[in-house]
């Protein structure tokens, strides 16, 4: 497989150094992906790296994943309006360790195989180096004016709050890397995002004038939606890997309510289908938009491949809950923390258990719970057929709600009408 060939169709190229394809095609090459521990997950910011590295693997090469135990501890200025908060080194030692177990379900690291994954950590060839050893050794190899055309350290300088003397020799701590890797780990390529272009340059140039080697880079699109807002953000905040941060249903939602457009772009680069199968999906799709095929394909592509096969099947199950009448059994079947999950967004109702224990029909109980505004309309409804409790509808006016219903001892689900829902929470 021609790696580049692959990123090219799929738009996940950018940036290339001269001679970066006629690598690859040579021989296996070694080549690796820095991530941020400032967290205890990744997140779908993330997915773009990990799915290079992937790639990169699949067409027989060696990925290293960088983990920046040290780069963490002074942060990245590229394109950020301000400085970060620096972590102390144990949650650096801790995020680290989360960040490789997430990682590891995703490469191959079986050390028996030529192009087996390895974790490495900036960390570890840092913390014997001293401020003078590297201001000598390395600081001399690339000038001020160098690093001050940049752009990511322009837009720094040209802000109210400048750039920090740590943040601006970030550059240097990253190129360091890559020299690093070139010198003890044979690593000629560097991948990334295209924000990043100017840190991996500099790495090159630090291989050039410090071992007088020849090093490679590629970088990918910064992904965005196609109105031009961020990527992987919601109102609760970043899409999470870890199933803890953000549930597979929650996870399966997010890809699923994707637009048109960027569903087009997204399955090119979130997904592992090939091209023909790409071309044939998005165009049955155009066929019957309201369908949205494209967005189902999507969204089980991405789910299998972080969460698994059981956890999507529970996210398409979890997903049609509310829009069909014959998942009573699944209701049932739910833990407490996946019916809040999903039903998040839908009202939620308190009632006092007190107001259950001998019982009460049906008709006050929606009363009492304000979900009518009076026993009129809600015997009417009920008359209509227009009332289910726990997904069985219920059309008896003697029919009473006791704590027989709960679901985990706790939670009544009233469904009134054919799309208007709430959770009754018993107190």
């Known amino acids: 497989m021609n790696l580049i060939e692959e990123l090219r169709w799929r738009g996940m190229l950018q940036d290339i150094k001269p001679g970066t394809e006629e690598q690859l095609q040579k021989e296996m090459t070694t ?21 290079l590295l992937v790639h990169l693997q699949k067409a027989g090469h060696k990925p290293l994943a960088l983990v920046g135990g040290a780069t963490g501890m002074v942060g990245d200025p590229s394109f950020k309006a301000e400085e970060r908060k620096m972590l102390d080194l144990e949650t650096l030692q801790y995020n680290q360790q989360c960040i490789k177990a997430q990682l590891e379900r995703f490469l191959d690291f079986d050390p028996s195989k030529a192009n ?17 050893d590297f201001i000598r050794d390395v600081g001399k190899h690339i000038t001020v004016n160098y690093m001050m055309a940049k752009d990511s350290v322009q837009k720094r300088l040209e802000g109210d709050n400048g750039i920090s003397f740590t943040e601006f020799t970030y550059q240097l701590i990253q190129g360091y890397d890559f020299y690093h890797l070139y010198t003890a780990k044979n690593c000629k390529l560097q991948m990334g995002g295209s924000d990043q272009w100017g840190n991996i340059v500099t790495g090159t140039e630090l291989v050039r004038r410090k071992a007088g080697g020849e090093a490679f880079a590629f970088t990918c699109p910064l992904i965005k939606k196609a109105d031009g807002t961020k990527f992987g953000k919601t109102e609760q905040g970043n899409v999470w890997l870890d199933a803890k941060k953000t549930s597979p249903y929650q996870f399966y939602q997010f890809w699923l309510r994707t637009t048109d457009a960027d569903a087009e772009s997204y399955i090119r680069i979130f997904s592992f289908l090939d091209q023909p199968t790409v071309d044939a999906i998005i165009e049955e799709h155009r066929q019957d938009p309201g369908k949205r095929l494209l967005q189902k394909r999507l969204a ?4 299998v491949f972080i969460h698994g096969e059981k956890e999507y099947d529970f996210a398409v199950q979890a997903s049609e809950l509310l829009f069909r009448n014959d998942t009573a059994a699944i209701l049932q079947s739910l833990t407490e ?6 039903m998040d967004g839908v009202p939620r ?12 029909d ?8 304000n979900i009518f505004p009076s026993k009129g309309e809600a015997r009417k409804m009920l008359q209509n057929g227009g ?3 726990n997904k069985n509808k219920v059309d008896a006016p003697d029919f009473v709600v006791d704590q027989s ?23």
């Not at 690796?32 to 997915?47: C, E, M």
């Not at 974790?119 to 570890?124: A, G, I, L, S, T």
């Open 31 to 51: 080549a690796y992906v820095g991530f941020d521990p400032t967290a205890d997950s990744l997140h779908i910011g993330s997915l773009v790296p990990i799915l």
């Open 116 to 132: 087996a994954a390895e974790m490495v950590n900036n960390y570890d060839w840092f913390k014997d180096i001293s401020f003078l």
């Open 300 to 303: 089980q592509e991405l789910t």
């Open 337 to 342: 923390e996946q019916l809040l999950d999903i």
């Open 349 to 360: 109702v308190d009632l006092p258990r007190a107001d259950l224990e001998a019982g009460k």
């Open 362 to 369: 049906i008709i006050s109980f929606l009363s009492d719970t």
């Open 387 to 389: 009332i289910s409790i």
């Open 405 to 427: 219903l709960l679901l985990r001892d706790q939670y009544i689900f009233v469904q009134k009408g054919k799309k208007t829902y709430y959770l009754i929470a018993i107190k």
